[in-house]
């Protein structure tokens, strides 16, 4: 029974496994243009675990960013793990918390959303989680590796522009996110206060500062942009 889950598990990663490669051979490549060892990349992707977190930390590696803005931002990046995390708790209340520990490490927001989309037919178990969660996680380590090993051999990532990856990643994910006036004014402000901190302070603190004021800010606006409810009569004439 045990042997049955943890296969379906290891099955139902197998589309995750396919984005996770070539990704994780992405954030291999830029680590080692970021001067990173093999030893150094593997290290991140096994115990960090978040692709968005780990690019923007080698990002912040290579401006010379302080370390403990690093560690803050890769904290308030994957601060929304704990609201998955939570979601999917009452359904293994049973389970030990050595055993909890161990897949909420493994939990993404790609292997949370194969994980949920399980609840309809079953919730899934500790066997299951762990068979999508390692498989899924092996894949990102051996992406990154090979991502390591290609760096390597690429020498100067530069005269390829694969320096200039991470940049165009985060342009790409910012314009998909430009929906409307709300989201456009936000990414201005954040624009604008990430530099005018970074001009100031340095060190990193510029990512953190805007991101917490500019999100605020966009709660704020969508608070204020939402309709009030009320129903308005209009007098005939």
């Not at 302080?66 to 209340?93: C, D, E, G, K």
């Not at 954040?190 to 990193?204: F, K, N, P, R, Y």
């Not at 953190?208 to 942009?225: C, P, Q």
Request: aromatic fraction near 6%.
């Amino acid at each position: 029974m045990n042997k049955r889950h943890f296969l379906r598990g290891v099955k139902d990663a197998l589309p995750v496994v396919l984005g996770y490669l070539p990704l994780g051979m992405a954030f291999g490549v830029l680590a080692r243009s970021g001067h990173l060892s093999i030893g150094q990349v593997l290290a991140m992707s096994l115990m960090i675990y978040s692709g968005s977190a780990q690019f923007i930390a080698v990002g912040m590696l290579g401006t010379g960013a302080a370390p403990a803005s690093i560690m803050a931002t890769v904290m308030l990046v994957n601060s929304r793990l704990i609201l998955l995390s939570a979601s999917l708790a009452p359904h293994l209340s049973r389970v030990t918390a050595p055993v909890l520990s161990f897949l909420a490490h493994g939990i993404t927001d790609e292997t949370y959303a194969v994980a949920m989309g399980r609840m309809g037919e079953k919730p899934p178990n500790r066997w299951y989680l762990t068979g999508l969660f390692v498989t899924a996680h092996l894949a990102w380590l051996g992406g990154s590796a090979a991502g390591g090993i290609l760096g390597r051999l690429l020498g100067d990532t530069a005269r390829w522009g694969l320096n200039f990856a991470l940049t165009a990643m985060f342009i790409c994910l910012l314009i998909l996110q430009l929906k409307n006036n709300v989201t456009i004014m936000v990414a201005g402000l954040a624009g604008l206060v990430s530099v005018a901190v970074a001009t100031m302070i340095g060190g990193g603190w510029n990512i953190i500062v805007a991101t917490i004021l500019a999100a605020t800010v966009g709660v704020l606006m969508e608070k204020w942009n939402k309709p009030s409810g009320r129903s308005s009569s209009v007098s005939p004439r």
